[in-house]
Every structure is written in C-alpha cells, then in structure tokens.
C-alpha cells in the first residue's frame, strides 16, 4: 500500500518593487517647480503697473498681473500638493521595500525546508509517515501564511500607487489648481516667524518642526528652502529636501544661461562651480566601481554664496537621524566649497569601511566654515584669495569655524533618534578634525563645549591656542581625544604655543590624547613638496593604518595606539630643514662634480676623434 505525504510545492519568487526610494528625485523636480512658481506669484503681486501708468493702462496691467499671479499661485498650490504626495509615496515605498525584503527571506527559507523535507521523505521508511506527514502539514500552514503576506503586500503597493494618482488628478487643469490655492490655508509668514522667534534654538526647533502637518512642512520647504535647508534642528531629510530643491534652482537657472552664451559673471561662474562641487559630492555612491544605489545620500547645508562666496557645503552618507554611528569630518586649508567632492571621497571611504561591522553609520564631509583657501590655479582669477590663504597663520577663522561647528553638533544631537528604552540619543557621534579643521574642532571643544563622544586630531597645525595644554582641556568624555600624525606630515610639525603658533601638537605624549597609530609617509625634499603634500593628506587612503584606526573610532571601538611624539614638533621641523640644508649641498656638490666629468669626458672624446682624424690622413 503506497501513502501519499502531501508536500507543499515551492513558494514562486516575489518580484522586485519597480518603483525604489530613488523616486525622490522626482519630488525634488516638482519642488524645485513649485519653489520658483510662488516666487513669480509673490513677485506679481507685489508688482502691478508701472508707476507712471495711469487710467485704462494701468487699471489693465494691474489686473493683468493680479490674474496671472493668480494663475500662478494655482500651479504652484498644485505642484506643492503632489510634491507632498510624492513624499508620502516614497515613504511608502522605502517601507513595503522593506517588508519585500523580509519576505524574500522567508521565501528562502520555506523553500529550503520543503527541500530538505522531500530529502526526508525519500530516505523514510514506513514508520516515518505519520511524523513526516505532520511535518508537510506545519509546512503547508508556513506557506499559506507567506502566500496571503505577499499578496497583501501587492495590495498595499497598489493602494500607494492609487493615491499618488489620485493626488495627480486632483490638480490636473488650472481651475483645480485654483481651487487647492484656495483651500491652501498654510500662514508661510507665520510660520517663518514662528521659526525666526526660537533665536537658533536646534532643540526647541525640532520639537516645533514635529508639532507641523505635513502640508505646513512642505509649503517652508518650497517657499523658504535656502532657510529651511539651512536651520539646525531640522531633520536631515527635510533639509536635503530642501537644499536639493535650492541646488536644483542654481544648476538650472545658471546653466541655462551659460547655454545660452549669455556668459557668466565671475560671481555667477563661482556660484555655478560651487553647485556643481555639490551636485558630484551626492553622486559619489552612484559613480562608484560597482554603483551603490543603497546608501542614503544628503545634503545637509547648502549655502554656495557664503564666506564672500567661498560657500558652505555639508554632504552626509547615511542618515544622521538614525545612524547607530555618526561621524563628522572637519577639513583644512585650501578648501571651499568647491573642493566638497574630494572630501565627500574621503567621508563616503570612511562610511563603507564603518558600516562592515554590521551597524548603521553616517559620515558628514562638513565644510560648513570659511576656512583659509586659495586655488593657485585661479590665483589670477581671485587675487583676493592670497590674502584669505594668509589667514591661515592664526587662528580667527578657527574660532569662529568652532562655533559653527559646535552648532551643526547640537542641530544633530537635536534630530538624533531617542533610545526608548534608555532615553539616551541613538547615534555614537565623532567629530574628525584634519589640518587646520583640528585647530578649528579643538576650538569647539574648547570654548563652545562640543557635545560629541569622540574628537580625533589628525595632521594638526595646534589643538587650539594658549588656554589648550592638554586633553582634558577639551572638555571630552575621558579617554575620548585622539590624535595622529605621519611622522613626515610637516603640517603636524607647526605645533606651537604664542602669536605664531595655534596651540599644542596633539600628538605630543605628555599632551594626554591617545595617538593612533598612522603610515610615516615617504621622507621628502624642497624640490619634491609634492610629497609633503601627500603625506599630509593620505590619512583616509584605502588600507592605511590611519583609515583603519578612525574607523575604529567611529564605530565606538579603541583603535591600534602608540606612546606619542617625544620631540617637540618645532625642533621636528628645524632638523628637516637642516637635513635638508645638508641634502641640497650634497646634491649641488654631486651635480658640480658630474658636469665637470660630463666636461672631461667630452674633451677627451674630442681630443680622440681628431687623433683619429689626423692618424687617418697618414697611410
């Protein structure tokens, strides 16, 4: 007699969403429309006929320009409206990807236990039936249970896609448009007010951001993203909702009209450079070998005319809000806003060598100071950045870099999620000062009480004038100052107290930092700067010692330590320079004495050609 175990067949794959996360692209687009569609209507507005109109013109151009500002409005309340719905359907999504996921698992391993549960059966014998029927029957329920979760998530997908077409349709003609202008109740300059009045309070900001609807949200976000992209307190994805609507407007508007050969102003090309430094810092992760599409990439501030237009830039790869690790990297001198991708490079490295741990982190490349910068490349362009480049022997610009260092701080700790079960803030945050970015982040820590976990000194000028001697002058949770330098970094060796100085070399030993341990980099000379440049700017290279250790840093971990420098970093760089006196010598002595051979040998090769000359002419 043959029994039959009734075996549930293999659950079908489940097929990839066709809409991703990657659609907030087209949020940002309808934005952007929607941003410069309520400019031109409060422009027409508060414009009508010119002032020496009068009579029937003037009446006509009035109530011309009040129409098409109405008209416009109405376009503009209709764009805001299907913005909002992009938003929410894009959450959507990034939610049932999600549940996609976690259903794709199970699918695997359901379908690994019928498989190995048809091994069972075919190796049973008849005492197994009974027991392996059982088995075939939990099964079946397994299956049955996935089968009515994947449909229900093809129903939800469905439902999201019905409402985003749904908020299309409402506004598809003028007089709809209209009508949402209309019913739009939203107080724009209450609510900039409202704003204004917390005086840069990241804190109550937050808990004022939250208490908005999501249309009051999204009409500051359209008609005040440079301000709203800009405020700590804000969370990071309305602020990248924002700045990117503000970069989308600039690359537009200027690109346009360099198409056009209308030709740029120098203001105008620097505004052009520095958008584009931004736009190629945000596609890092997508241009990479092979392309990440799953790193969530923003932009944090976005101010391209700042610092007399050297510009503000911040680009974060991850979510700070959410982050278990979030780091924020401090760059140095010769850089501006243009210069944002080549940071972004080192910040995005960092970010893939955190995350290999299994948590979640988000790296900031944060230029978001007027550090002392100048292009030789543009001197003749910009003159006025050689005298900028001179500010870099004191500190003002790292002081007043700190405090705007120390605010972006507390606008992260601001939007950081809350641990419920501890209250505590979620993200184990470090703050990464490079070069004069270390002067600048010892600057925060000291006088503005940066509420970081962690600061890590790297390549540093000084840890922050006269009143620094020591670590825990910084204000850090102990043990939580870290410092490193290549021993040929020459930066590292300007460490110095006094008018000429900008405070201790951090990676002194009797200084009190733990001093990771960092790659010496190669030895070079006054005709080979180029090295000295490399060796100061080599700490974020894949498979230095120095990326390994920060990374160690940023995850909460001890990275690999060393006792610190003996030698006072000044009398480091006098005994270069007397080396090198000592090297140039030699090699003048060693060239002088090669031409004179060179001379010699041409002589006598001379000599002996016309002794063969003359030879030649006797039989």
């Given at each position: 007699m043959t029994t039959t175990i009734a075996v549930p067949g293999h659950v079908a794959a489940i097929a990839p969403l066709t809409a991703t996360a990657r659609a907030a692209s087209?949020?940002?687009?309808?934005?952007?429309?929607?941003?410069?569609?309520?400019?031109?209507?409060?422009?027409?507005?508060a414009n009508g006929a010119p002032a020496d109109w009068t009579g029937d013109a003037s009446t006509a151009a009035d109530h011309a320009m009040t129409q098409v500002a109405k008209e416009t409005d109405g376009a503009r309340a209709a764009f805001a409206r299907v913005a909002v719905a992009c938003d929410t359907y894009v959450d959507r999504v990034v939610h049932l990807t999600g549940v996609r996921d976690g259903l794709v698992g199970r699918r695997d391993t359901v379908n690994d236990e019928i498989d190995a549960l048809l091994t069972k059966i075919?190796?049973?014998?008849?005492?197994?039936?009974?027991?392996?029927?059982g088995q075939a029957t939990a099964l079946q329920g397994k299956v049955d249970r996935l089968v009515d979760h994947i449909i229900q998530l093809w129903d939800d997908v469905t439902a999201a896609e019905d409402v985003l077409i749904a908020a299309f349709a409402a506004v598809d003609s003028t007089s709809e448009g209209q009508d949402a202008a209309a019913r739009d109740t939203t107080d724009v300059r209450a609510l900039r007010a409202e704003l204004t009045n917390l005086g840069g309070d990241p804190d109550a900001i937050n808990a004022w951001w939250n208490t908005l609807s999501a249309a009051e949200r999204e009409a500051l976000k359209i008609s005040d993203p440079d301000l709203i992209g800009n405020t700590n307190g804000i969370p990071t994805g309305d602020r990248d909702d924002a700045n990117r609507t503000s970069l989308e407007r600039d690359l537009d508007d200027l690109t346009a009209k360099k198409d056009a050969h209308e030709g740029l102003t120098k203001e105008e090309q620097?505004?052009?450079?520095?958008?584009?430094?931004?736009?190629?810092a945000l596609n890092i992760p997508a241009t990479a070998d092979p392309p990440d599409t799953d790193t969530d990439v923003n932009l944090i501030v976005y101010q391209p005319g700042a610092f007399g237009g050297d510009g503000a830039v911040a680009v974060g790869y991850g979510d700070p809000d959410t982050?278990?690790?979030?780091?924020?990297?401090?760059?140095?001198?010769?850089n501006d806003a243009s210069s944002i991708a080549g940071q972004g490079d080192d910040a995005y490295r960092l970010h893939q060598a955190a995350i290999r741990n299994g948590e979640s982190a988000a790296t900031i490349a944060w230029m978001g100071y007027d550090a002392p910068s100048w292009n030789p490349e543009n001197a003749l362009d910009w003159p006025g950045d050689g005298l900028d480049m001179g500010s870099v022997i004191n500190e003002d610009k790292a002081e007043a870099g700190g405090r705007l260092l120390a605010d972006f701080v507390d606008g992260l700790r601001a939007t950081d999620t809350v641990d419920s079960a501890t209250g505590d803030q979620k993200s184990n945050l470090s703050v990464i000062g490079h070069s004069y970015g270390s002067t600048t982040a010892a600057h925060a820590a000291h006088d503005h009480g940066l509420n970081a976990d962690s600061l890590t000194l790297i390549g540093s000028p000084g840890a922050g004038g006269d009143h620094v001697n020591s670590a825990s002058d910084l204000g850090l949770p102990e043990g939580k100052v870290y410092a490193g330098a290549a021993e040929n970094d020459f930066v590292s060796w300007l460490g110095?107290?006094?008018?000429?100085?900008?405070?201790?070399?951090?990676?002194?030993?009797?200084?009190?930092?733990?001093?990771?341990?960092?790659d010496p980099g190669a030895e070079f000379h006054a005709d080979n700067l180029e090295q000295g440049i490399t060796n100061h700017t080599s700490y974020f290279e894949p498979e230095s010692q120095s990326l390994a250790n920060l990374t160690e840093i940023v995850q909460g971990e001890e990275p690999d330590v060393t006792g610190g420098r003996t030698q006072d970093a000044n009398d480091m760089a006098i005994d270069w320079a007397r080396d090198e006196a000592v090297h140039q010598v030699e090699k003048e002595i060693d060239e002088s004495v090669q031409e004179a051979k060179d001379v010699y040998n041409g002589g006598k090769d001379w000599v002996d050609d016309r002794v063969d000359d003359f030879t030649g002419l006797w039989p």
């Open positions: 087209v949020t940002t687009a309808l934005r952007s429309v929607a941003t410069t569609l309520s400019d031109i209507s409060e422009w027409m507005s075919e190796e049973s014998t008849a005492d197994d039936i009974a027991s392996l029927q620097r505004l052009l450079d520095r958008a584009e430094a931004a736009r190629d982050a278990d690790n979030t780091a924020v990297i401090v760059p140095g001198i010769t110095r107290d006094g008018d000429l100085g900008m405070g201790k070399d951090p990676t002194q030993a009797d200084f009190g930092a733990k001093v990771i341990s960092v």
